[in-house]
Nanobody, 116 residues
Framework: QVQLVESGGGLVQAGGSLRLSCAASGIIFRLNDMSWYRQAPGKQRELVAIITVGGSTNYLASVKGRFTISRDNAKNTVYLQMNSLKPEDTGAYYC??????????WGQGTQVTVSS
């Protein structure tokens, strides 16, 4: 059974930092591209950051320079370090694992709220 369990969300003031973690089980973690998505109320889910099997990264333009995605294959965990948080970063953050188009898995989400 595949499980992706996010943690680290919370309430933070603008300019603050949070570190999200996503612990995976039931998959061969090192063979999966790992991503973080977010969804604000009334908006579509959007891709925030991705780290590939090979370690390449890509970011949503609005978070470049503020967020850093990383992975620890020994711990089956992906992280999202979020600095200089803004109110517009508020939303539910979801971890996703993808090995093939038919093998995409999601976590349950963790809430991030940034107050102004």
């Amino acid at each position: 059974q595949v499980q992706l369990v996010e943690s680290g969300g919370g309430l933070v003031q603008a300019g603050g930092s949070l570190r999200l973690s996503c612990a995976a089980s039931g998959i061969i973690f090192r063979l999966n591209d790992m991503s973080w998505y977010r969804q604000a109320p009334g908006k579509q889910r959007e891709l925030v950051a991705i780290i590939t099997v090979g370690g390449s990264t890509n970011y949503l333009a609005s978070v470049k320079g503020r967020f850093t995605i990383s992975r620890d294959n020994a711990k089956n965990t992906v992280y999202l370090q979020m600095n200089s948080l803004k109110p517009e970063d508020t939303g539910a953050y979801y971890c996703s694992a993808k090995r093939t188009i038919r093998e995409i898995y999601w976590g349950q989400g963790t809430q991030v709220t940034v107050s102004s």
